[in-house]
């Protein structure tokens, strides 16, 4: 069974039109650029600060230096990759690359051009836990997982600055008093946020944290925000 992944960039916050070709905030243009029957096509464009890519239109997942990329003065995509670029623009926004890899049980690998940079568990999305070394990791130009963990995962900074610094809010509920552990890489600390649960929600007795991510029990539901 082949793997779900894909591999996207987060703009924070979200400043791009979703119309292709029509100015969005700070007057970036958008380019839409679309492989069909699998053919490369270059779409023009200024790239001379680099291009990110904001709008992914197809199914087919659309992974840099893989199904799309830059040539010349011009974006390329390939493989059936559909979707939307922008010229990056010199500004504080920061941005949040990511990929999203899927087991169903057994080892699935997912393709990224690392070059060195780190990664984190951003999100857990499966039920089955995520732990680094056992049911997730990466490797030289890609990301594995394992055991049913089904993650989102952010690619670090290739420069060695590390990754982006903002809040990451987490939601986790134990449903039914049952435990319930929801899987993001912990660096410093997880501190409760709002409490959603009529249950009370007490650090050690009904929830917790370490490396790994947050767990639940005892009917405790809150939003969390880990650093």
Same mark, same amino acid.
């Not at 992974?63 to 939307?84: F, K, L």
């Given at each position: 069974? +082949? ?7 987060? !703009? ?16 970036? =243009? ?6 069909? *029957? ?7 464009? *200024? ?6 890519? !904001?709008? =992914?239109?197809?199914? =087919? ?11 010349? *003065? ?5 493989? #059936?990759? &559909? ?10 926004? +920061? ?28 999100? =857990? ?14 490797? &030289? #130009? ?26 990451? +809010?987490? !939601? ?29 929600? &007490? ?14 029990? #005892? ?7 880990? *650093?």
């Amino acid at each position: 069974m +082949k793997a779900v992944c894909a591999l996207v960039l987060l !703009v924070l916050p979200a400043a791009f039109a979703a119309t292709a070709g029509e100015p969005a905030m700070g007057s970036t =243009q958008v380019v839409r650029c679309e492989s069909r *029957d699998m053919l490369r096509v270059f779409c023009a464009m *200024d790239v001379s600060r680099g291009v990110e890519l !904001v709008h =992914q239109l197809s199914e =087919q997942s659309c992974i840099r230096e893989t199904s799309w990329g830059v040539e010349g *003065d011009a974006v390329w995509v390939s493989s #059936n990759c &559909r979707a939307e670029f922008a010229a990056r623009q010199q500004s504080s926004r +920061k941005s949040r690359r990511v990929v999203r890899c899927e087991s169903r049980g057994r080892v699935e690998t997912c393709p990224v051009v690392l070059k060195g940079a780190p990664v984190r568990l951003l999100r =857990q999305q499966s039920v089955l836990p995520c732990r680094e070394g056992r049911s997730w990791g990466y490797g &030289r #130009n890609e990301v594995w997982v394992s055991r049913g963990c089904q993650g989102v995962f952010e690619v670090g900074a290739e420069d060695g600055s590390g990754f982006v610094q903002t809040p990451r +809010k987490v !939601v986790c509920e134990s449903k039914s008093k049952l435990r319930r552990e929801c899987g993001v890489s912990v660096e410093r600390r997880v501190t409760l946020v709002e409490q959603l649960s009529g249950a009370p929600c &007490r650090e050690g007795e009904s929830w917790g944290w370490d490396r790994d991510g947050i767990w639940v029990d #005892n009917g405790c539901r809150a939003e969390f925000s880990a *650093d």
